[in-house]
């Protein structure tokens, strides 16, 4: 696996995730990003996330890597050549804080370890992915399962979007919004990251 640089995460991509936090659904992609530092692999391992700051969520996205620069006009399956199963954790509480104040949110998406991705495999394109579902499981229960095409932004446009407000090269990646059922992780908790079926990632929470 290459070297991660940017961290890009699209926030509000599901019309149902939208409404279960009572946020407008945007009318354009709507972007944040997290450190680098906040990237790990998850390959059985235990995880460490703050135990302190209040409740911890889960948001299970379609993560995409992209392999090369990224030129005006390009084809987003010219420049997505790997994907995985990624999950976005979020300081809940401390999130709704800053929302309140109009600050960012890099307090409560940024913590090492916030940003935690199965294993990559080849992208097979934007259309192969279409009917295919991304499932999260806690403890042995399906808490989330969604399928890509119900994207309000589809992957192109993240694409397009991504490349001209902020650049977008090999190394970078994107965490394409979460679909609704997200909830609280607890100390020991078992999640495994499901793609077309198939357990693609897993880990063990450790709250410190
Ligand atoms: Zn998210």
């Known amino acids: 696996m290459s070297e991660i640089k940017n961290i890009y995460c699209v926030g509000r991509n599901y019309v149902a995730h939208a409404k279960e936090l009572n946020n407008e659904v945007p009318n354009s992609p709507f972007l944040f990003s997290k450190p680098t530092h906040a990237f790990v692999e998850a ?4 995880i ?9 969520h889960y948001e299970t996205e379609l993560v995409i ?7 005006k006009g390009m084809k987003a399956d010219e420049v997505i050549k790997r994907m995985g199963i990624g999950i976005d954790f979020t300081l809940r509480d401390v999130q709704n804080e800053l929302k309140k104040k109009g600050y960012p949110w890099l307090l409560a998406k940024g913590f090492p370890h916030s940003a935690v991705v199965s294993k990559f495999i080849e992208f097979p394109g934007i259309n192969e992915i279409k ?5 999260l499981i806690k403890n042995g229960e399906k808490v989330q399962q969604e399928d ?15 490349s001209i407000h902020f650049g977008l090269d090999e190394g970078d990646i994107i965490f394409t919004g979460t679909p609704e059922g997200v909830g609280q992780v ?8 499901k793609w077309d079926n198939k357990i693609v990632g897993d880990c063990f929470i450790r709250l410190t």
């Open 65 to 71: 890597w992209i392999g090369r620069k990224h030129e």
């Open 48 to 56: 460490s996330l703050p135990g302190n700051r209040g409740s911890i």
């Open 131 to 135: 009917e295919k579902d991304f499932i």
């Open 186 to 193: 607890l100390d020991g908790d078992h999640l495994s990251l």
């Open 43 to 46: 390959n059985g391992q235990e």
């Open 148 to 162: 890509s095409k119900n994207m309000i932004f589809d992957l192109q446009t993240i694409v397009d979007f991504t």
